[in-house]
């Protein structure tokens, strides 16, 4: 991010075992931060889906959600994607 403004998305491929969670892999971490600090920009935020669930925080992603100041984007794909931010 510059201030508001998203410069580049950066996704990054799940490493955990578990269907039903997500753990970012540490080099696809380490890729897009080297990249958004060589460029001047910060990184702001997340976005995952809940392919089976529905468009909300749940108690793991608020457990994960280390940073306040980042955006956290959850898609649903149960029926009508649907997208929540938080």
Do not use: C, Q
Not at 14 to 31: A, I, L, Q
């Amino acid at each position: 991010m510059d201030g508001d403004l998203v410069m580049k998305v950066y996704p990054a491929r799940n490493v955990g075992p578990s269907p039903t969670s997500y753990t970012v892999d540490p080099e696809d971490h380490y890729r897009a931060l080297h990249d958004a600090e060589s460029n001047g920009w910060r990184l702001g935020g997340v976005f995952h889906s809940h392919p089976n669930g529905p468009a909300e925080m749940s108690p793991t992603d608020l457990e994960k959600a280390l940073d306040p100041d980042w955006v956290y984007v959850v898609v649903s794909l149960r029926g009508e994607p649907t997208i929540v931010v938080r």
